[in-house]
């Protein structure tokens, strides 16, 4: 079919170096395939993969200039003749992956998110050469796999941080067994980490956060943490030899005490990364995975499945993220926030540009 939508705009930087300078620019979208979806952009929520990307931190653009945002709810607009089970006006999201080829034996199994040559959020290419860009926009175009439909009972502003942030740490929980019986360690109460809390909580887990220093005690346990461990404190794993079942690290830093946080965790147990800090991680060493035989790993955002599955238990048991609501024209302050650690805990944007 012919789109009815055939260009979007969106706050855009066009120069890593200049990434605080957000600038309205209209661009057109990219083809509407047989599978694809239309989505008018409601709100689109700040992560931090998004400083990451327009910073150059995690290296060269792929596409001419960068509208960041992989967070997305909005409502259907239009799609393909192929597209079953979406509405025109249906409230819907997308999350940080919006394509994928669909024919790998990733996408043959429900893991669609590792497919080798995915389309993402924001910052990327289709096969065909066409561009992508984000959700600090009026519109997205995305596959219809990509694209959830999201509970009545779930406010806009709260479900949006749920499509990367929240997915990213519900997958790792779920594939490792979260739930009643379990002891699950998170490690930083950040964007992600706050969603470790709460989505480790409602899967029936007892949860521990680790964090630096205590200020954020008070939160962690507000958001339902069981224990809090300041890392800080010299020899602060000793009383918790063999103690977890699964330990998720949402920071994104390169110095964390991974040997002694590898030490807490039961035989034959994971550390799973989903925190990227932009300069690697130099401080392990392979004694301490031998003791306990713990293994490290790490995970990508997560499948369809999953996501429906987390805004399934989001909607049941009223999972309340820590959100702060702001236009999208002050997305550079947001990204600020992210920048300097102030954000508690995710931001959303409102869209606000004149259609």
């Known amino acids: ?28 979208l990219e083809p509407l395939e047989d599978d694809r979806v239309t989505v008018a952009v409601e709100v689109c929520g700040v992560c931090g993969s998004d400083h990451h990307t327009i910073s150059g931190g995690w290296g060269p653009w792929a596409t001419k200039f960068v509208v960041t945002g992989h967070e997305v709810i909005g409502t259907v607009v239009e799609f393909g003749k192929a597209v079953r089970g979406l509405t025109v006006g249906q409230r819907v999201g997308v999350g940080a992956q919006v394509g994928s080829c669909g024919r790998c034996k990733a996408c043959k199994s429900g893991n669609e998110q590792y497919c080798p040559t995915p389309v993402h959020g924001y910052n990327t290419l289709w096969a065909d050469g066409h561009e992508h860009q984000g959700g600090y926009s009026t519109h997205i175009r995305a596959q219809d796999l990509f694209v959830f439909p999201i509970p009545d009972s779930l406010k806009s502003t709260d479900a949006a941080s749920m499509l990367c942030g929240g997915l990213t740490v519900f997958s790792p929980l779920v594939r490792n067994g979260a739930g009643p019986g379990k002891k699950v360690g998170v490690v930083g109460l950040g964007g992600l980490g706050h969603y470790a809390v709460l989505f480790g909580t409602a899967l029936g887990a007892e949860v521990t956060v680790f964090s630096r220093t205590d200020a954020k005690k008070a939160d962690a346990l507000a958001m339902g943490a069981k224990h809090f461990v300041a890392t800080q404190d010299k020899g602060f794993e000793a009383k918790l030899q063999r103690e977890f079942d699964l330990i998720i690290v949402t920071a994104s830093s390169a110095s964390l005490p991974i040997n002694e946080l590898l030490s807490t965790l039961d035989i034959e147990c994971k550390l799973v990364f989903v925190g990227m800090p932009e300069e690697g991680l130099a401080n392990i060493t392979s004694q301490a995975l031998s003791g306990n035989a713990a293994a490290l790993a790490s995970s990508h955002i997560g499948s369809r499945t999953e996501a429906l599955a987390m805004l399934k238990l989001a909607a049941e048991k009223q999972i309340k993220p820590w959100v702060n609501v702001t236009p999208m024209k002050d997305a550079a302050k947001a990204i600020q926030a992210v920048e300097n650690g102030s954000v508690r805990y995710r931001t959303i944007l409102v869209q606000d540009i004149a259609k």
């Open 1 to 28: 079919m012919s789109p009815t939508v055939a260009n979007a705009s969106g706050y855009a930087i066009h120069d890593p170096k200049d990434y605080l300078n957000f600038k309205v620019t209209e661009y057109p």
